[in-house]
């Protein structure tokens, strides 16, 4: 009898994997539900012995069994989109059954957390900081040294929280490894309490992601015995953007508003319910498995460039040809991602701008597309990397209202903790319809007032109010309590760098 | 059972949980479409917290509203993945399709940003939308 394989992803699901499904079982072939390749355009992509086809349709299956179907993308291991990368952390993808223990134990499960348990915490430690693996999330700070400052911090209890709070447009990594390989994160986490000498864990899960967190409270229950006597839950997020956060999830764990709380205190000294707690991103963690395998510091270390090292799990979205997961060592350039590996606009339309890092990255112009991708290289260019999220937009798009989207997603998902970003997020998209529109507005009747020394007595000009962005964004960069004000300004100030013409700068 | 006495049995579900208070609000939100006040009251006493710190935990998160709609609702993202997807040109005839019948949602970002337009109905997610299948969608809602 013939084993199909296909996917039991959110994004096959969404593009119709259970009817194809249903079909193949019709016609008597036995079908595997597997974790994703990560080829998204394939979507739903049918594999039989290695070969793929894709993206298929229920009239195509009778094609796909007769091996006549115009479909077929060869041997999938060899097509170029998976050949290209170096695949550490997602190393199962396509491959395994997502809740199978035996198919987990059978691809090299478990071996770093046997390995770690045999390791004393300082030892254990050294390998992850010797790594060099650095957060996920979006900071970059090196999670070895973050383990070490819990591991010496006195107290009764401490926690390993997992940030799965993957609100980031253009991102979905954490969502591909929850969903298809849901205990190699587990096992990451139970290293972590390993090292740091924690025996609760919790992983806060966005409440749009309804099948990751099925997969990992499923595959939870099937792993209890094997983590113990760690133990781990899965809590689920309610739709706060700022819950990605760390302090803000922290908050929220505990049943609070999600609002940022000022550091220091760090969670690692104060964090979970006051104790030291160690908070890491999915793909933090579940890059520390592979670490901990014999030798795995030093082959994580030979991969990346300069201080950014190891592996990114690269999501390439939005208007592009070939989105979906690539997973390759760092120093790869931006050109490189988007025309050689994504293929360009999925449109056929020319690049116009690329944002790197969701909402909260810059927006690069196509002339800045040898930059590599590295920590610093980014960050020189007042741009980040964020989670790691590419979202292509092609020659269509309208920068200008792109910069006022930036300030009004602030705006509504801003906490409300501090005043740069909860006011600022609202007074920059007044300011950006006031460029972008050139209304005239009557004189601010508050600016009119005696008492205001500073404020400008006449309507403001272009330039002025231009001059006024600039100066809230600096305000908001540098004034904010957490990334979410701190970073609106990257998108705006990038785009009106770039693109003044969509501010209504030549007219 | 009345909804006092569903409203304590979820309460004492999650007695002995560490912070109990966002499991039990999303129990709520499920079982009755809402957190009105009248079980922020319930829930307030069950964690022995005034109703001022349950109210304002329930008004900050999006997920959950003080009173129910009984409306299908689809939630679309508006996310910048989907609005380069061209999600933005079918929110109008969404919404006129739509009409007072359905509910359109703007959630940003489904986690489908490779294969957008995207939307979700429940856990039922719908990638690679265009004009006739989202309104498809909403006629079927």
């Known amino acids: 009898m013939t084993t199909v394989r296909i996917s039991d992803d ?45 993206p298929t349709g229920v009239d195509d299956v009778a094609a796909i069994l007769a091996k006549t179907s115009d479909l077929s993308i060869g041997t999938i291991a060899d097509h170029p989109f998976i050949a290209a ?12 059954r997502p809740l199978s223990l035996d198919d987990y134990a059978a691809t090299g499960g478990w071996a770093g957390l046997k390995r770690a348990r045999m390791l004393a915490s300082p030892d254990l430690i050294a390998e992850v900081i010797q790594s060099g693996l650095r957060g996920r999330g979006g900071a970059g700070f090196p999670a070895g040294i973050k383990w070490q400052t819990v591991a010496a911090a006195p107290g009764t209890r401490k926690y390993i929280v997992c940030n799965a709070d993957e609100g980031d447009s253009g991102t979905f990594a954490d969502r591909m490894l929850m969903e298809g390989d849901p205990f190699h994160l587990i096992e990451g986490m139970a290293i972590a309490a390993h090292a740091v000498g924690a025996a609760q864990g919790y992983i806060y899960v966005r409440s749009e992601y309804p099948h990751a967190i099925a997969k990992l409270k499923a595959a939870l229950v099937l792993a209890e015995a094997l983590i113990a006597p760690f133990r781990c839950e899965v809590r689920v ?39 030291p707690t160690v908070i890491n991103n999915v793909l933090t963690l579940a890059a520390v498995p592979h670490i901990l395998l014999e030798g795995g510091a030093a082959h994580y270390d030979s991969h990346g460039i300069l201080r950014s090292k190891g592996t990114m799990p690269i999501q390439l979205a939005g208007n592009i040809k070939h989105g979906g997961l690539f997973e390759t060592a760092f120093g790869i350039t931006l050109r490189e991602l988007i025309y050689d590996i994504g293929g360009g606009t999925f449109s056929g339309r020319p690049v116009k701008a690329v944002q790197v890092g969701g909402p909260l990255g810059a927006y690069l112009h196509p002339d800045q597309f040898d930059i590599v991708f590295d920590y610093e290289a980014y960050s020189a260019a007042d741009a980040l990397i964020g989670h790691g999220g590419i979202v292509v937009f092609d020659d269509t798009a309208d920068m200008g209202k792109l910069a006022r989207f930036a300030m009004e997603f602030c705006a509504a998902e801003s906490c409300g903790k501090c005043t740069p970003c909860r006011i600022g997020s609202t007074r920059g998209v007044e300011l950006i319809d006031r460029i972008r529109g050139r209304a005239q507005t009557s004189a601010d009747p508050v600016a009119a007032l005696p008492q205001m020394h500073n404020a400008a007595k006449h309507l403001r000009t272009h330039d002025e109010n231009l001059q006024l962005l600039e100066d809230l964004c600096e305000t908001m960069q540098y004034g904010s309590l957490c990334a979410l004000g701190g970073f609106t300004p990257y998108p705006v100030r990038s785009a009106l760098k770039h693109w003044p013409e969509d501010f209504g700068a030549s007219s | 059972m009345t909804g006092e006495e569903r409203l304590t049995e979820i309460c004492a579900a999650h007695r002995g949980r560490e912070g109990p208070l966002l499991p039990i609000l999303h129990d709520v939100q499920s079982a009755f479409g809402c957190v009105d006040p009248a079980a922020e009251r319930v829930i307030a006493n069950a964690l022995n917290l005034s109703r001022a710190e349950v109210h304002g935990v329930v008004s900050f998160y999006h997920d959950f509203t003080a009173e129910a709609d009984p409306r299908p609702a689809i939630e679309l993202c508006r996310a910048e993945a989907c609005q380069a997807r061209g999600v933005e040109a079918l929110v109008e005839a969404a919404e006129h399709a739509a009409g007072e019948r359905v509910r359109i949602k703007t959630v940003y970002c489904l986690g489908l940003c490779s294969a957008g337009p995207a939307a979700r109905i429940g856990s039922q997610l719908h990638a690679r939308l265009d004009r006739a299948a989202l309104l498809e969608l909403v006629q079927s809602a």
């Open chain 1, 10 to 54: 959110a994004l096959a699901l969404a593009c119709g994997a259970d009817v194809i499904a249903e079909a193949f079982v019709a016609a008597g072939c036995t079908v595997e539900r597997v974790s994703s390749w990560g080829m998204h355009w394939l979507e739903p992509l049918v594999e039989i012995d290695g070969s793929g086809w894709g």
């Open chain 1, 85 to 96: 990368q170096q695949r550490l952390t997602f190393a199962r993808a396509g491959k395994t």
């Open chain 1, 237 to 275: 997020g309610a739709g706060a953007y700022v819950c990605g956060e760390e302090t803000s999830l922290l908050n929220s764990l505990e049943g609070k508003r999600g609002e940022v709380r000022a550091k220091p205190p760090l969670p690692a000294h104060q964090g979970l319910f006051g104790q």
